[in-house]
């Protein structure tokens, strides 16, 4: 069949059960590759069209007041489906509904076989950043005319499908093989179009130089960068000459490069610190370029002076921004070359070996599984890294990561093939040939805690988004435990009959277990008991003591000393007998293992799986006894969060120490000759005291540098507070929420949306959602974290793709969401962000500090609650084009005593404290 019909609905909603109606259809015809047929009508769903509908497709109720009603074209568009493939971006949508009209209209639905190119664009193009038809479009290069029309829709999807058959019969023998296997487990019919380029394939020397092949299964050929050490060795101030001032290097290679002075001073400052073996802390204020400014010192010192640089980041997205585009830059502007590798932990890459081993068994393998599977055989043939990262996998595919990870690959012996084809063995032999690494903090701590034992070896580093850096070492030394991740790992080890690992080992082995069921079984139902308890106590003990996490999970602290509660007891005799379930388990495992080597039944891989088996079973007993049975109130804080209205079972355990700055004194600041750490908020009030106490960094050897934003604030920014909102306090935080929401309404007319609001309170966002969504104007797209779906990524997307929108955000949206420009033209911050004084880590922190007979709220609570607010503020003003402006809802940043830590950390800006309606006033008129 060499017929594609491509259809596209509009219609009055989501659903044809709920009697939404259809009223355009655009249809496109395919054949040989070429549209040769389209068609477009309106038809009248004989009912209003929603405004929210007419807003988002253009289509009004006089559009379609004279147009026919789907019973006149039904024929018509039957007849354009005989005999082909029906094609929609998004099947079930559009055939649904068609469908639904078809049968009311006493037709036969159709039945032609179906190509969804939602589902066929994620498998042939995995890298993909968004799946819906428009960013689908941008990132294809396909012009989208006319969005969320018919025929435009229809259009484009059709020029996306020829692209996917396009992409298709660029695929090697191996990966087609293997798509075909999975075909039947997925939606679209695309058997037909694989078999064809199977059968192409099967009588034709074609073969791609790029793409290599091993025990069946493709992947990409990796190159391996070769690098020219310089003849000459200039002196550093003559090599900065040569960037910044001789030929205006910087000018011509960027077109919109702004004069920086600050880059070359911290430039000098971070030579000056690896020079004279010092650590250093320097604050770059938003507009520095302090990427560029600290890439330069670092290849000069890792190339001249053969000195490897580690450069550590907290957010993959400056990972990708550093590599993508600041290091080719420098490669650009400096006269000589360097190697620069990306080095993440072993759970970021896959393994090829156990993706081998699950490709060929598909006997577990749902809807999930298969378009994973598939989606990975593609991006084999594409990644150069193997890391997950790069793939936009579906959510239940992530679990299926977990079983073909690195992480699950134990250590290759030099005679191992596989060995030669590890993505993250490639990753350490990159990094180890490498003048810089880029890594991320999770790794530099794993490194620290392991004698250094995971990065190859350095003395110098750079630590990028360093206020970070404190919080990554609380959870790196610290741990967690809950119910999902332990029932996940019981049942993919499964019992011996259920088709799962430990089946699956055994498989036609005359291996008695003796026990291991009944004793398998018990161990799962402990483990259930254990956690309901959990949540039961936890919601028990809510009623006297109320904290609330910001994504809405009730807290609650047990190494508090309250521990004397009947209940805990009880909770302490489970998890003991847990443990002695576990160890069971364990002993079993073992005996299981040494009767199969003795009958040679185990290769080494399967040795490996079953060594790492009992590592994840004996993590689980110690991190039991850490949780419940040690008492080591002084050094960690413990606690437990629950979904108030979540599953019975879903609680989460944490421990975490109370301060780590002895651990990085002792571990990276003395073990290392030179660490900077560089943020674009590391000071309060001017000062780096806060954070040279925290991170432990010793005074002797330390040297301090704050970069001004080159930034002109004073034009490009207006402070607005208001002096007439309802004190929060008590019972007035519905006032207070009525209050905000009136303002963001205000301003949203002033700024036609744009706008980003940030919280401290999950609660208080949802509430303030719900109220807006009530009273706020149609032509507003409201997107809210947390209740909109998506990915804080996804999120942003959206929120830019609309003209007028309002962004409402908790926890993350605090920092490292960039929206340059006009999109974003104003920033609300509805309350300081000081964490809540009853919030477990803090109240433990606090205790230490009052003991010590030092003051909680200014020695902890106020420096972080400024490093966050200063963190919300620079969300506005990303370069010198920029302006906007900044609402604060909380007039403490103006009354309080301790009010001006925050107007003083942040740039000079003017600052309006007044009434509401005066504000308005302010804000209508400079804008």
Not at 43 to 51: A, F, M, Q, R, V
Not at 430 to 450: E, F, G, K, R, V
Not at 587 to 609: G, I, N, R
Not at 640 to 650: M, S, V, Y
């Amino acid at each position: 069949m060499n017929r594609y019909v491509v259809i596209d609905l509009e219609t009055t909603g989501h659903s044809p059960s709920t009697s939404d109606k259809i009223i355009e259809a655009g249809i496109v015809v395919i054949e040989d590759d070429q549209i040769i047929e389209e068609f477009a009508t309106f038809l009248n769903p004989n009912k209003p069209i929603p405004s929210f509908i007419s807003n988002l497709t253009g289509i009004t109720d006089d559009d379609v007041k004279d147009a026919p009603d789907f019973s006149e074209k039904a024929d018509e568009i039957i007849a354009l489906f005989k005999d082909s493939y029906l094609i929609a971006h998004n099947v079930p949508f559009d055939l649904g509904f068609l469908n639904a009209e078809l049968i009311n209209h006493n037709r036969k639905p159709l039945k032609n076989p179906v190509i969804d190119t939602v589902e066929l664009s994620r498998i042939l193009f995995p890298k993909a950043h968004s799946y819906k038809l428009g960013q689908l479009a941008e990132y294809m290069e396909i012009q989208h005319v006319d969005p969320h029309r018919a025929l435009s829709d229809a259009y484009v999807t059709a020029l996306l499908f020829i692209s996917l058959k396009q992409k298709l019969q660029s695929l090697p023998i191996e990966t087609i093989d293997h798509l075909l296997r999975l075909e039947k487990n997925l939606k679209s019919d695309i058997h037909e179009l694989l078999f064809a380029r199977s059968e192409a394939l099967a009588f034709s020397t074609e073969e791609r130089q790029d793409i290599t092949s091993y025990n069946g299964l493709a992947f990409k050929k990796i190159h391996v960068e070769q690098i020219e050490k310089p003849i000459s060795k200039p002196s550093f101030g003559d090599f900065l000459d040569s960037i910044y001032e001789l030929d205006g290097s910087m000018d011509n290679l960027m077109d919109h490069y702004e004069k920086r002075t600050g880059q070359r001073s911290m430039s000098e400052e971070i030579y000056d610190a690896f020079q004279g073996k010092k650590h250093a802390l320097i604050e770059a204020e938003t507009g520095t370029g302090k990427s560029l400014a600290y890439l330069i010192p670092a290849a000069y010192e890792a190339v001249i002076k053969k000195k490897r640089i580690v450069v550590s980041t907290y957010t993959t997205q400056l990972q990708s921004q550093l590599l993508d585009s600041e290091i080719p830059l420098v490669k650009r502007l400096i006269p000589f070359n360097f190697k620069t590798a990306l080095l993440k932990g072993r759970q970021h890459y896959i393994s090829l070996e156990k993706f081998e081993k699950e490709l060929m068994d598909d006997t577990n393998d749902n809807y999930d599984i298969a378009l994973t599977k598939a989606m990975i055989l593609v991006w084999l043939t594409e990644t150069d890294h193997g890391d997950f990262e790069e793939i936009q996998l579906p959510t239940k595919g992530y679990l299926f990561n977990k079983r073909i990870s690195a992480e699950t690959e134990g250590v290759y012996d030099q005679t191992s093939l596989w060995s030669t084809k590890s993505f993250y063995q490639k990753a350490r032999k990159n990094a180890q040939q490498a003048d810089i690494i880029i890594t991320n903090h999770a790794l530099l701590c794993t490194d620290m805690s392991n004698d250094y034992q995971f990065i190859p070896s350095y003395q110098k580093a750079i630590i990028d988004e360093a206020h970070h850096i404190e919080e990554t070492v609380s959870k790196h030394y610290g741990l967690k435990l809950d119910y999902t991740n332990f029932q996940y790992t019981l049942n993919n080890i499964g019992a011996t009959n259920d088709g799962n690992w430990l089946a699956r080992t055994i498989g036609n082995h005359s291996i008695h277990i003796p026990e291991w069921d009944e004793t398998f079984s018990l161990t799962k139902y402990e483990i259930d008991d254990l956690f309901r308890m959990l949540f039961q106590f936890v919601t028990e003990q809510n009623r006297h003591q109320k904290a609330v996490s910001d994504v809405g999970r009730i807290q609650y602290r047990f190494d508090s000393g309250k521990e004397e509660l009947k209940d805990w007891q009880t909770i302490k005799e489970m998890a003991t007998r847990l443990t002695f379930y576990l160890r069971d388990l364990i002993h079993l495992l073992t005996y299981t293992e040494q009767q199969l080597v003795q009958s040679e039944a185990l290769d080494k891989s399967q040795q490996d799986e079953f060594v790492l088996t009992i590592q994840s079973l004996q993590s689980f007993i110690d991190r039991i006894e850490h949780l419940f049975l040690v008492d080591d109130l002084s050094q960690h804080v413990k606690w437990i969060e629950i979904e108030a209205n979540g599953a019975k079972n879903a609680a989460y355990l944490y421990s975490e120490p109370i301060e780590v700055s002895s651990l990085l004194s002792n571990d990276l600041f003395k073990e290392k000759d030179s660490i900077v750490l560089t943020s674009a908020t590391l000071t309060m009030k001017q000062s780096f005291s806060f954070i040279k106490k925290r991170l432990g960094i010793p005074e002797d050897r330390l040297l301090t540098n704050k970069i001004e934003s080159p930034f002109s604030y004073q034009n490009q920014v207006q402070f607005l507070v208001p002096n007439d909102f309802p004190d929060v306090k008590g019972k007035n935080v519905d006032d207070f929420i009525y209050s905000t929401c009136e303002a963001i309404l205000s301003l949203a007319e002033i700024t036609k949306g744009r706008m980003l609001v940030l919280f401290t309170s999950y609660d208080m966002l949802k509430r303030s959602y719900y109220l807006l969504k009530e009273t706020l104007d149609t032509q507003y797209m409201l997107i809210a974290q947390g209740i909109s779906s998506g990915s804080r990524s996804r999120l942003k997307k959206n929120f830019i793709n609309f003209d007028k929108a309002i962004l409402l955000g908790t926890s993350s949206f605090w920092e490292g969401v960039d929206i340059p420009g006009e999109d974003l033209s104003c920033l609300i911050i509805v309350r300081l962000p000081f964490q809540p004084p009853n919030h477990p880590v803090y109240e433990a922190k606090a205790s230490a500090l009052k003991e010590q007979g030092k003051n909680a709220f200014f020695e902890l609570s106020l420096p972080n609650a400024v490093i966050r607010f200063k963190q919300g503020f620079g969300r506005l003003i990303r370069s010198s084009n920029d302006r906007g402006i900044v609402f604060v809802c909380d007039a403490r940043i103006m009354k309080a005593r301790y009010s001006n830590y925050f107007t003083e950390s942040i740039p000079n800006v003017p600052i309006s404290f007044s009434s509401t309606p005066e504000l308005m006033d302010k804000a209508k008129n400079w804008f």
